[in-house]
């Protein structure tokens, strides 16, 4: 069947747990790219703040272009990730590595750091294929904003795990939704097969073979649906055994008077002259059992028409001493 309940069952159990399966891991990688992320800029945070706290110690006095002029490698030589220095116009005019650009860095990091606050930004640069992670921070001299010194690290290693936690997950959820499945069958076994039972006892009541009972007792909606089902069976039998026991009823109550006429009507077709006197009993006994037939129809006419709802009983109250 290709709208079974079983299908049925087990596409939507499927689609719930294969949504369920990638909400929940796509969160899971979410939180943990997080932390992650988190960790490398907290590392990332504690090499500026030691590079800027060396800096205000030994050259706070120094203005941008003395420190271009003097030793300023020394900044970063305290840590080991690439440093570059910017001036106010957001230009690189010094970097660890020897990266240069005429273009302003534009990034939300740097652009915190110009304002006195620090910034951070994860994206591409030009010169590397990797994910980058920068800190920036503003340097001051005499109290005002000179430059920004900014640290940058590579997210290589952090996406690489992150990566392989991807596929973990991935495998975890197809063991999960597999496992999943072989539950939701045998779940869906428990429902589908009681149905299938009812199913076919009601088949073979609808063939009349009111004999038949189903077996299932269950205290569930199958089980009263069952229980519900024998129930009828039982009264449609015994509307059955009502209704032979009416038409036996009525059949011999309309033998009587047609007994009746037919006999008259034979002994009528025998007389001859001079018997006037039996022949007006014979069609007076005729007349009276002919009009008792007429009263039965009428009588079961209106009973079909009480059975099919057409007409309906008046009800009154009445004295029972009366009639007594």
């Known amino acids: ?75 970063w030589r305290q840590v080991d990730s690439q440093v570059q220095i910017l001036n106010l116009n957001k230009e690189i005019i010094m970097d660890s590595i020897g990266y240069f650009s005429s273009t302003p860095v534009n990034t ?60 973990v997950f991935a495998w975890v959820g197809v063991f999960v939704m597999g496992l999943a499945l072989f539950f939701e069958r045998l779940l869906a076994k428990t429902i ?56 036996t009823s009525v059949s011999h109550e309309l033998r009587t008077p047609l007994t009746s006429i037919k006999g008259w009507a034979i002994t009528l077709e025998s007389c001859g002259e001079g018997e006037e006197e039996l022949i007006s009993e014979g069609l007076g006994i005729i007349e009276h059992e002919a009009d008792r037939l007429t009263k039965m129809v009428e009588e079961l006419l209106d009973f079909s028409r009480f059975i099919s709802g057409r007409i309906a009983l008046e009800k009154k109250e009445f004295s029972l001493e009366y009639l007594l």
């Open 1 to 75: 069947m290709k709208n079974s309940i079983s299908k049925r069952l087990m596409g939507n159990f499927v689609l719930i747990i294969v949504l369920t399966v990638l909400f929940l891991e796509l969160a899971l990688l979410r939180g943990i790219k997080h932390y992650l992320y988190q960790n490398v800029e907290d590392l990332l945070t504690s090499k500026i703040e030691i590079t800027t706290d060396f800096y205000q110690r030994y050259f706070s006095s120094y203005s941008l272009e003395d420190l271009l002029v003097d030793d300023v490698d020394v900044l």
């Open 192 to 247: 589908v097969d009681p149905i299938r039972s009812l199913t076919a006892v009601a088949e073979l009541m609808g063939d009349l073979r009111l004999q038949v009972r189903s077996d299932i007792n269950q205290s569930d909606e199958i089980g009263k649906l069952a229980h519900t089902l024998n129930l009828m069976a039982d009264e449609i039998l015994k509307r059955e055994q009502i209704k032979n026991d009416f038409i």
């Open 108 to 167: 939300p990091d740097v652009t915190k750091a110009i304002l006195g606050e620090e910034g951070s930004w994860v994206g591409f640069a030009e010169y590397s294929k990797d994910r980058l992670m920068a800190v920036s921070r503003p340097l001051y001299s005499d109290g005002k904003i000179i430059g920004i010194i900014r640290v940058i690290g590579s997210l290589q290693e952090t996406d690489a795990d992150l990566r392989r936690m991807g596929w």
